[in-house]
């Protein structure tokens, strides 16, 4: 045919139906799909930070939550992992922001509270470990194992108050949570 030119996709199959192909793109213009389209995969970067945690790899885990962050940057549960990662190479500060930002966003999250707790303990700031501590008494979690934290709050709170007045040391730090 003079004047007809092959598109690629017409020289590969000769048997497609080049109406219904110029119909999905006319459909695609206003607004519809083609059905030969792509569509495309959202990564998962909670679940696969969290894969990356339990591996031991946290620098690799804390990208993936600031994936996630990047996609839904109000997701409480992100931040509280974000946070916890943090922690876990000693980037304090940053893990300070990221449970401060959970607050901020839903101010009755327990978790956040806990974590502040001991990260202002590191930092030799009793009262403000102790209002954390209170806070997350006050409101604990009810899902998981929460007993557990419930009881290591307890404990350190009541070592933060015996001791009230005299300085905070790296000695006086109770020991680890139990492992989430």
């Not at 600031?66 to 190479?89: C, F, G, M, S, Y």
């Not at 300070?96 to 502040?116: D, F, V, W």
């Amino acid at each position: 045919m003079p004047g007809h030119a092959l598109r690629p996709r017409q020289l590969l199959s000769p048997r497609i139906n080049v109406a219904s192909e110029r119909m999905s793109w006319l459909s695609r213009l206003f607004g519809g799909r083609s059905e030969s389209e792509l569509k495309p995969q959202r990564l998962d970067y909670l679940n696969e930070a969290l894969a990356l945690e339990r591996s031991g790899d946290f620098d690799a885990a804390i990208t993936s939550y600031r994936l996630a962050l990047r996609a839904k940057p109000d997701d409480t549960r992100v931040l509280q992992n974000l946070a916890i990662a943090l922690t876990r190479v000693n980037r304090f500060e940053e893990a300070i922001k990221a449970y401060r930002q959970a607050l901020n966003l839903k101010p009755a999250l327990s978790g956040p509270h806990y974590g502040l707790a001991f990260l202002h303990m590191r930092r030799g700031e009793r009262e403000a470990a102790i209002e954390h501590l209170e806070a997350f008494l006050a409101a604990p979690p009810s899902s998981g194992e929460p007993e557990r934290w419930i009881e290591h709050a307890r404990e350190t709170l009541a070592s933060l108050k015996s001791r009230e007045g005299s300085e905070l040391r790296a000695e006086d730090l109770p020991p680890p949570a139990p492992e989430r």
